[in-house]
């Protein structure tokens, strides 16, 4: 253990920066040795601030080695600055100044892959959000907005690509055989936000009128073999900026938008002004290679990175702690997007289904934080799916309080009113609220309180009167350093059923409707609702329309009207969901206690109906047939028992497949999709519930079903259907598995990001020896420590694998503990991402809890990088 422990930062000792620069001059001479950056700062001190004699205090990194630094031209000797924790620390400074740095670089040597380093042949940047400081000392913070010049220097024969953020002003051949070429953004920008890419790559250009009419030139640069893959993300891009200025009235501000992809990334991608950065896993896309989800993956990110360009960009973050307020926000920006562009209920389930397996898990856990933290050690370790993907909640929260008009007028006066600073999440919610007149004070909490709320629905009917109670009761759990909470303002949408299924107009405060919304503020309210004809079943909380766990005490009988004739799409998913639930949670205690396993409910006449009634989207049914997954199964267990989890699931699986044989065998036929591949919503959902036919009819034990997942897997135009048939006979225990497996690898070897998925589905594969067959894995030609996408795959295939991760001798826990050490070395932020499975010993069953404990003290004795300590201490916390 170290001796002086990592500290924390906090929220509300935010202080406005007492310097400021106006610009930025960077010279970078690249060299596969050592690289020398220049920086000339412009630099003032800031009228804003109090503390007017404050000593100038840079961020640097431990890998940044200082040559020269000097005060306009003063040269500083060794007595007039001080280098301390990284820092860079002048204390005699003038009021307007320019300051030099000269500092020396390894990229080569940096495994971080945060700052300048090398991903294959190439120099790429990750800045975000504390990367800039290890290339330069520099106010590394995002309120310190800066106008950037930017001259590259290098070997053009090597690297004949030269990019940075804004436009090339100037490339010109030096005396000494190197090319300069200079960049220049002339929109103010944190240095989080500056990127620098220079290798030999290839392009495919295109171009883009926007509204007003300027041309704008795309570009996409990748190495030569995969610009044949980057098609569709050109298209995705001008969709993205079309559907920016329909829906959002944001155009593109400068005359070119860059996008390179490169294998060595720890995300997806990176929003640099000017210059996005993408995980070539992230962008790069053909049919033979990429299946449905990854397509639509790559969609919805380059969407997400282009939408940052207003949200996130023009208009940044005061302070890291208010990183939902660019996050959430462009989050729920790409999620409207994809669903304007494919199938809205279909992207709204998929969505809400990851949020409440895996942020309510993070809700749940010792991790748990509000969207707008109060306090971290790590900025790293707050790109979590609380800051993303529920701050995109609370933002489409305030649209659904708001109507789409008043939250358009809300964004549009916000991007008014805030272009070019950066500002906080409350001013988000005061253009809101401005622009709107709706009150959203009590609304707030929802950014400062964690945890996952709870509602109890209880109701009454009247007969007599015809009149209907709601009383909804809500109740937040407490969390880590928040044991009590306050009622949050929470929207839930609701519709009334008669028992025929058709929808009750009703009246509620007057207003006459088949649907209603109700505002909870209190923590406990009545809602009464009058011409209500007959006993209702409510349809509640519509389109998810707050992230709560609600609760109300359903029939099979009703789940099954609401399953068949809920007039919202989402809510019928739910019901399926909710009634295959219940249906799990029997077979998982009967599990628990050791009965034999038997099914109690009419589930597989409901799923029946679905696979027959032609009238519904395949996706859907897809969706609703696929049985919870069973990280949600272990979200919603008081105590998680992996393996009675694995096997309910594993029953149900099978009695669905044998008492449904015969309509998933018809399923499966009727749902082949003719033609050229296309990754549009029509045959994606096709293909989902073909693939999804095929698992359940192999399941069922008929043969010829073995036949069809090979001849499948081996005629397959696609990597859709090739991987899915793969996939089933892997995880179905086809007795070809093996042999499919070999052809895959054989077939792919040479295309990375399909041997990727051949690691994730060897490693997840459920088999006696699976540790040892992972621990060989590490050691094959395909896989490489360096690469986070093939750390993730492996590790992450892996943690999947329940009978091999959960062993009682606690072998699976000590395996990940070895690995996180191992690489928290190299890459902290990866390590780091790693930790999530073991911080939930808590919630497991007691014999497998001490084991994951144990690995957690072990990791915990060990010199730890700041990230794998918060994750670690917090966990035994
Ligand atoms: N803003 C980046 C995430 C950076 C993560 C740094 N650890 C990608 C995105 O959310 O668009
Ligand atoms: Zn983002």
Not at 296 to 304: F, M, N, Y
Not at 638 to 664: G, M, T, W
Request: hydrophobic share 40%; glycine share 4%.
């Amino acid at each position: 253990m170290k001796e002086s422990q990592p500290s924390a930062i906090y929220l509300k000792d935010y202080k406005v920066p007492p310097f400021l620069i106006d610009k930025t001059e960077l010279t970078f001479e690249l060299d596969e040795a050592t690289t020398v950056v220049t920086s000339k700062l412009h630099m003032r001190r800031n009228p804003d601030s109090t503390e007017n004699t404050a000593p100038l205090v840079l961020d640097g990194g431990e890998d940044v080695k200082l040559v020269a630094v000097a005060m306009d031209d003063y040269v500083l000797p060794s007595g007039e600055y001080q280098l301390v924790d990284n820092q860079l620390i002048i204390t005699a400074t003038a009021d307007n100044f320019v300051l030099t740095c000269e500092t020396l670089i390894e990229p080569q040597n940096n495994t971080r892959l945060e700052g300048l380093y090398r991903s294959s042949s190439m120099f790429c940047t990750q800045c975000e959000a504390e990367g800039f400081r290890h290339i330069t000392y520099y106010l590394d913070r995002p309120d310190v907005m800066s106008v950037f010049t930017t001259r590259i220097i290098a070997d053009a024969t090597k690297y004949p690509v030269m990019l940075s953020n804004g436009n090339e002003i100037s490339r010109e051949l030096q005396e000494d055989g190197k090319t300069s070429v200079v960049w220049h953004d002339p929109f103010p920008k944190p240095a989080y936000l500056f990127a620098l890419v220079s290798g030999n790559l290839e392009v495919k250009n295109d171009t883009f009128v926007t509204q007003s009419q300027r041309e704008v030139k795309l570009q996409i640069f990748t190495e030569a073999h995969n610009i044949d893959k980057v098609d569709y993300a050109m298209e995705a891009l001008k969709r993205s900026m079309r559907w920016d200025e329909d829906v959002y009235g944001r155009e593109y501000d400068l005359d070119i938008f860059m996008i390179v992809a490169v294998d060595d990334f720890n995300m997806g991608a990176m929003e640099n002004k000017g210059l996005n950065i993408f995980n070539s896993s992230c962008l790069l896309a053909s049919p033979e290679t990429t299946t449905d989800d990854t397509y639509l993956r790559v969609e919805a990110i380059v969407a997400h990175e282009y939408f940052h360009n207003w949200s996130g960009n023009r208009v940044t973050c005061r302070d890291w702690f208010q990183l939902s307020l660019k996050e959430g926000f462009t989050v729920f920006r790409d999620q409207s997007f994809s669903a304007d562009m494919h199938s809205d209920t279909v992207k709204r389930v998929e969505d809400v289904s990851f949020l409440k397996t895996a942020q309510f898990a993070e809700d749940a856990g010792p991790m748990a934080h509000p969207v707008r933290p109060a306090s971290f050690i790590e900025i790293s370790n707050f790109y979590t799916l609380t800051v993303y993907e529920k701050g995109a909640e609370i933002v489409r929260m305030i649209h659904t309080l708001l109507g789409a008009e008043n939250f358009r007028k809300g964004s549009d006066l916000y991007f008014e009113r805030h272009d070019g600073q950066a500002v906080t999440c409350d001013d988000f919610v005061a253009a809101m609220q401005d622009a709107s007149g709706v009150d959203l004070t009590q609304f707030k909490r929802w950014y400062s309180q964690a945890g996952t709320p709870q509602i109890r629905v209880t109701d009454e009917y009247d007969a007599q009167s015809q009149t209907y109670q709601l009383t909804l009761q809500q109740e937040t759990p407490a969390t880590p350093g928040q044991p009590t909470k306050l009622p949050l303002h929470i929207p839930v949408r609701l519709g009334l059923i008669d028992e025929s299924g058709n929808a009750l107009s009703v009246s509620s405060s007057g207003h006459v409707s088949d649907e209603h919304l109700l505002e909870l503020t209190e923590a406990e309210q009545v809602f009464e609702f009058t011409q209500v004809a007959t006993k209702p079943v409510p349809s509640l909380l519509r389109g998810f329309s707050a992230p709560v766990k609600l609760s109300y005490d359903y029939s099979s009988a009703d789940l099954l009207l609401l399953l068949s004739s809920d007039q919202d799409g989402f809510n019928r998913w739910n019901a399926g969901q909710q009634l295959a639930v219940n249906e799990l949670n029997t077979l998982i205690e009967q599990a628990v206690a050791g009965e034999t396993l038997s099914l109690t409910s009419n589930l597989v006449e409901g799923f029946k109906s679905l696979l027959q009634d032609a009238s519904l989207d395949p996706a859907m049914v897809a969706l609703i047939l696929n049985l919870p997954s069973q990280a949600y199964l272990s979200e919603l267990a008081q105590v998680i028992h992996p393996n009675a989890i694995k096997q309910a699931r594993q029953y149900l699986k099978k009695q669905i497949a044998e008492s449904l044989q015969a309509d998933f065998a018809q399923a499966y036929q009727q749902h082949q999709v003719t033609g050229q591949y296309q990754a549009e919503a029509k045959d994606i959902a096709s293909r989902s519930l073909k693939n999804l036919a095929l698992s359940y009819w192999l399941e069922s034990g008929d043969d010829a079903a073995k036949q069809v997942v090979v001849a499948q897997f081996e005629s397959a135009d696609n990597m859709t259907d090739q991987f899915a048939a793969l996939s089933i006979a892997v995880h179905h225990g086809h007795d070809k598995a093996d042999d499919l497996l070999d052809a895959f690898y054989q077939q792919w070897q040479n295309e990375p990001l399909v041997v990727n998925k051949w690691l994730m589905l060897s490693a997840s594969r459920e088999q006696e020896d699976a540790i040892a067959k992972v621990t060989a894995l590490m050691e094959h030609e395909a896989f490489d420590l360096k690469n986070p996408n093939k750390v993730r795959s492996l590790l992450g295939g892996f943690g999947q694998n329940i009978a091999a991760f959960h062993q009682v001798d606690g072998s699976g826990y000590q395996f990940l503990a070895d690995q996180i050490l191992v690489l928290d070395k190299r890459n902290p932020q990866i390590a780091s991402r790693l930790c999530t499975p073991l911080t939930r010993w808590k919630k497991m069953a007691p014999e497998l809890s001490v084991k994951m404990k144990a690995e957690l003290e072990r990791i915990m004795a060990n010199e730890l990088s700041k990230d794998v300590y918060e994750v670690i201490s917090k966990s035994l916390a």
